[in-house]
């Protein structure tokens, strides 16, 4: 058992007997609160039946449902929910058990903090994204008209309880997808944390509580020191004022969208080309890093129009006035707040993301 808990921050529950420690967790809260559950179709059949054996005292919680995939992590999902505390006499005292991904994080973290001014909320990741990052430092929120977390807060779960056991279930390309964000922590953060990963050359069979650890550990530094993204926290951003426009593009225009995972993935080598022409990171260092995303994600048919993705970026939160954020990275480890690259520069950088990607011949 692992606890990793600072100031006022929540609670991070990982390693062995997460359930009992959530459990012991729960019980010391001193209050008889209605606990909810809540999940979407996906985590109802694959991961709610393992989390209650594990958690026999929470068999009476009232379960929420919303359903699955980014499309829904809107306001209508919002309102449902809300009318379904309603419904159940949810007051203040209440307690939300997010059993999902980061879009059940997302979507279950905002209505939490909003209901009744806010009720206490714990995230149980059942995804590789949200174990790695989306599940703790408190961004919680929703899409609003295509466009990614335009409405939401920061606010604290009381708890995350982190148990790889529901990876067992999770679809490869999801894992993948999680992947994108660990490499994301290991090349803003830690270079001996990339060495490792680089090492990696296939998903199946990785073990990944130590690599969960590695990133959880990595997020709650940096957002430790500016929980609220005046600064530091940024960093975090590297990979997503692309990545989001890529997101938010996709699921207009394809049936089948990039999952987010995946767009970071893809706006991390567009913003490491940016970082080779702007201020100068290694590029051995990016073809590296380049190839070693192809190597992972099978993005053969990525496709967008230029023009389209420089007006969603300029929609980005990341935006302030007309300049748009971008992180970029002098090198590995060494993250720089970049605030308005030349849009031939970006042309050039998404261009370069398209060859690329288009390139490569893949063999699974
Ligand atoms: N708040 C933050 O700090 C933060 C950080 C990163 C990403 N995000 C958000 O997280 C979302 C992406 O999260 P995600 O990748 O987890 O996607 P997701 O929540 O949409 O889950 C992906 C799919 O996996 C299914 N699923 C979940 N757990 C499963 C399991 N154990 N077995 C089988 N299927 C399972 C889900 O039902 C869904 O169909 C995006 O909306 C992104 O913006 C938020
Ligand atoms: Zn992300």
Same mark, same amino acid.
């Given at each position: 058992m692992h606890v990793i808990n600072q100031n006022h921050s929540s609670e991070v529950i990982l390693g062995d007997d997460v359930f009992s420690t959530l459990e012991q967790f729960l019980s010391r809260q001193h209050r008889a609160y209605t606990v909810f559950i809540l999940v979407d179709e996906n985590t109802e059949k694959l991961c709610l039946s393992l989390f209650l054996s594990c958690i026999?005292?929470?068999?009476n919680a009232i379960l929420l449902k919303i359903h699955s995939g980014?499309?829904?992590?809107n306001l209508a999902s919002c309102e449902s929910l809300w009318n379904q505390l309603s419904q159940h006499n949810a007051d203040r005292h209440s307690l939300l058990i997010n059993l999902g991904g980061g879009m059940i994080g997302d979507v279950g973290g905002f209505v939490a903090a909003t209901f009744m001014r806010g009720i206490s909320f714990v995230n149980v990741p059942t995804t590789l994204l949200a174990m790695v990052?989306?599940?703790?430092?408190g961004k919680n929120g929703i899409n609003l008209s295509g466009l990614k977390n335009q409405v939401g807060t920061f606010t604290n779960p009381l708890a995350v309880c982190i148990s790889?056991?529901?990876?067992?279930?999770?679809?490869p390309r999801d894992i993948r997808a999680g992947f994108g964000e660990l490499i994301k922590h290991a090349l803003i953060a830690d270079i001996n944390y990339w060495k490792e990963i680089k090492?990696?050359?296939?998903?199946?069979?990785?073990?990944?509580n130590p690599l969960i650890a590695k990133s959880v550990q990595i997020k709650r530094q940096i957002v430790n020191a500016d929980f609220k993204e005046k600064?530091?926290?940024?960093?975090?951003?590297f990979g997503h004022t692309i990545g989001h426009a890529l997101e938010s593009y996709s699921m207009k225009h394809h049936q089948d969208p990039l999952k987010h995972g995946e767009a970071v993935a893809a706006g991390m080598v567009t913003e490491l080309f940016l970082s080779v022409g702007? $201020? !100068?990171?290694p590029v051995s260092q990016m073809e590296a890093i380049v190839d070693f995303i192809l190597l992972h994600f099978n993005?053969?048919?990525l496709e967008f129009d230029i023009k389209e993705i420089l007006s969603l970026i300029s929609h980005?939160?990341?935006?302030v006035g007309k300049d748009t954020h971008f992180v970029l990275?002098?090198? $590995? !480890?060494y993250p720089v707040i970049h605030n308005q690259p030349e849009e031939q520069e970006i042309r050039d950088a998404l261009q370069f993301t398209l060859n690329r990607f288009h390139q490569t011949t893949y063999t699974s």
């Open positions: 026999p005292s929470l068999k980014e499309q829904n992590k990052d989306a599940s703790s430092g790889p056991l529901f990876l067992k279930t999770l679809p090492a990696i050359r296939s998903l199946e069979n990785v073990d990944w600064n530091l926290r940024k960093t975090l951003n702007i $201020i !100068g990171f993005l053969s048919e980005d939160k990341k935006t990275l002098k090198d $590995i !480890g």
